[in-house]
T-cell receptor
Framework: GAVVSQHPSWVICKSGTSVKIECRSL??????MFWYRQFPKQSLMLMAT?????????EQGVEKDKFLINHASLTLSTLTVTSAHPEDSSFYIC???????????FGPGTRLTVT | GQNIDQPTEMTATEGAIVQINCTYQ??????LFWYQQHAGEAPTFLSY??LDGLEEKGRFSSFLSRSKGYSYLLLKELQMKDSASYLC??????????WGAGTKLIIKP
């Protein structure tokens, strides 16, 4: 149980375009979903926390107009990187949390390359 | 401020035992997590400690001392597949995870 999927697993896009990444909890309802970014040889950096039906809470330094997060249902959250630039190239990972349990279940990650 | 410290890299021999230490400072405390992350993959959950003491789970054990702000992950009978980064994360009073930079464990034959 507690499986989280992400789609796509990797994507290459041109500078200036937008990319949407989906995160789904497959066998449980996720009250909270987290979006992380990880650069090579660095640890996870939390970008934002989203609760179903409400606006995401962004970490300091993360542009909410650039990284659009939608948590439309208890099983789906999306991250849209708008007007992508090469410096947005990174490994984006989502995780999901269900009420009463502290453990976060991670998706497999999406590797974004902006050319 | 909130902070997690763990060694950047460790090397051990196949079949041996290795202990990865982690110290933390957080605003409030709701538990300490250890995750394993292989290169290019997402983290996978290893353990969660919220009470002092040792939790054993197969070849992996995790220890917590709340008074010292200290935890360690103990890996026994090391296998080559254990080569990975090990992430320590403490949960603060807002139930937010504060992540360490990870310890890269290199296993040699």
């Amino acid at each position: 149980g507690a499986v989280v999927s992400q789609h796509p697993s990797w994507v290459i896009c041109k500078s200036g375009t937008s990319v949407k990444i989906e995160c789904r909890s497959l066998d449980f309802q996720a009250t909270t979903m987290f979006w992380y970014r990880q650069f090579p040889k660095q640890s996870l950096m939390l970008m934002a926390t989203s609760n179903e039906g409400s606006k995401a809470t962004y970490e300091q330094g993360v542009e909410k107009d650039k990284f659009l997060i939608n948590h439309a249902s208890l099983t789906l959250s999306t991250l849209t990187v708008t007007s992508a630039h090469p410096e947005d190239s990174s490994f984006y990972i989502c995780s999901a949390h269900t009420g009463g349990i502290y453990e976060q279940y991670f998706g497999p990650g999406t590797r974004l390359t902006v050319t | 401020g909130q902070n997690i410290d763990q060694p950047t890299e460790m090397t051990a021999t196949e079949g041996a035992i290795v202990q990865i230490n982690c110290t933390y400072q957080t605003s409030g405390f709701n538990g300490l997590f250890w995750y394993q992350q292989h290169a290019g993959e997402a983290p996978t959950f290893l353990s969660y400690n919220v009470l002092d003491g040792l939790e054993e789970k197969g070849r992996f054990s995790s220890f917590l001392s709340r008074s010292k702000g200290y935890s360690y992950l103990l890996l026994k009978e090391l296998q080559m597949k254990d080569s990975a980064s090990y992430l320590c994360a403490a949960m603060d009073s807002n139930y937010q995870l504060i992540w360490g930079a990870g310890t890269k464990l290199i296993i040699k034959p």
